[in-house]
C-alpha cells in the first residue's frame, strides 16, 4: 500500500520487476538519487549492515538488498560499502552456512544473501586484489560449500533450507545459485571454469523433484507436494532451475528431460536474467554519460 514504510526488500523486489521488463520507460521511473537517499538512511554505521526499514531489523538480507540495488543501478555511494565485509564475514557459522545475524543457525536464504553481497562488494569495492577470493572476501568457501551440499535431500533431490528442515522448492534457488556459483570461483581458483568436475550436488535430481514433484495441475509452482501453488515458489523454483540447468562456462546446458525444459541463464548475483542486467547498467552508465556532458556544458 501507498502509506507503507520503504523497505529494503520492496525496493529490491521492485527494481527487479522493473529491469526484468528489460524496457527505457521503466527504468527511466526510477529515482536513483533518492534511492540513495534510502540507503544512507538505511545504512547501520555500528555493524556496517543495512536495516531493512526504519527501526528495523538489521540482516545479512538487508545488506545483500542494498548491494545489489548499488550494483544494479550503477549508484555512486562508495561510503555505504564502509564495514560491509566485516559484517557479512561476522554471520558465517561454523556450519559454513550464513545466518540472518551474528550467532544465528545456518540458513539457505541467508547463506545466498551473504555470499552474493561478499561478490558484489568484491566487484564494488574489491579488499585487495592480489588476494584469493576467500581472503578478499572474508568468508570461507570451502566450508560453505560443504555445508550447502549436504542441503541436497538423498531421497527427494531437491533442497532443505537449514538443518533438519523438509524440502522446499524455493531452495532450488537460495542453495542452487550457491552451489552453483561457488563451485565455479572454487573451480577458476584451482584452476578450472569446468563446474561439471567442481559441482558436488546431483543436478539432474534437483531438477527432476522441480518437474516431477512440483508442477501443480492447473500451472505454476510448489513448496511440495501437498502444497497450494504460489508466485513466490513458482519464481524461485524455476530461478533455481535454471541455476542447475546453467554451470560454469559451458555452452550446452545440462537440461533434464525435452528441449523445451531449457531456460535462460540467470545472473547469480541478482536473480535476474543475464541479457537483463546487462541492459539495465547499460542503461544507467549512458544516463550518467549524459548527465556529465550535461554539467560539462553549463560549466
Not at 568484491?122 to 550447502?148: C, F, K, N, S, Y
Not at 522446499?168 to 542452487?176: E, P, R
Not at 513466490?232 to 546446458?253: D, I, R
Request: charged residues 20%.
Amino acid at each position: 500500500p501507498c502509506d507503507a514504510l520503504p523497505h529494503l526488500a520492496s525496493s529490491y523486489a521492485a527494481v527487479n520487476a522493473l529491469v526484468a521488463a528489460q524496457s527505457d520507460e521503466c527504468l527511466r521511473v526510477i529515482n536513483r538519487p533518492a534511492m540513495i537517499d534510502f540507503l544512507r538512511r538505511r545504512k547501520d554505521a555500528e555493524t556496517g549492515g543495512f536495516s531493512m526499514h526504519i527501526d528495523g531489523e538489521v540482516d545479512v538480507r538487508g545488506t545483500y538488498c542494498a548491494l545489489s540495488l548499488i550494483r544494479l543501478l550503477c549508484l555512486d555511494c562508495a561510503d555505504l560499502l564502509v564495514g560491509v565485509r566485516e559484517y557479512v564475514s561476522s554471520c558465517q557459522t561454523y556450519e559454513g552456512g550464513v545466518g540472518g545475524t551474528p550467532g544465528s543457525e545456518a540458513h539457505g536464504g541467508y547463506t545466498f544473501c551473504g555470499l552474493m553481497a561478499a561478490l558484489l562488494l568484491d566487484q564494488l569495492a574489491p579488499h585487495d586484489a592480489t588476494l584469493p577470493l576467500h581472503e578478499r572476501i572474508g568468508l570461507d568457501l570451502e566450508a560453505m560449500l560443504r555445508w550447502v551440499t549436504f542441503r541436497q535431500m538423498a531421497y527427494e533431490g531437491g533442497f532443505q533450507g537449514r538443518t533438519n528442515k523438509l524440502v522446499d522448492a524455493c531452495y532450488t534457488w537460495w542453495q542452487g545459485a550457491v552451489v552453483t556459483t561457488l563451485s565455479l570461483v572454487l573451480g577458476v581458483e584451482n584452476g578450472t571454469t569446468d563446474t561439471r568436475a567442481t559441482c558436488p550436488i546431483d543436478r539432474e535430481a534437483v531438477q527432476r523433484y522441480v518437474l516431477v514433484m512440483c508442477q501443480d495441475d492447473d500451472g505454476g509452482l510448489i513448496d511440495k507436494p501437498g502444497k497450494p501453488r504460489d508466485l513466490y515458489h513458482t519464481c524461485y523454483a524455476l530461478s533455481g532451475l535454471s541455476a542447475m540447468q546453467h554451470s560454469g562456462t559451458q555452452s550446452t546446458p545440462l537440461v533434464l528431460g525435452v528441449a523445451d525444459n531449457a531456460l535462460p541463464p540467470m545472473d547469480m548475483l541478482h536473480g535476474l536474467r543475464v541479457e537483463r542486467v546487462a541492459y539495465a547498467r547499460n542503461f544507467f552508465r549512458q544516463q550518467d554519460r549524459e548527465a556529465q556532458s550535461l554539467s560539462l556544458i553549463h560549466i
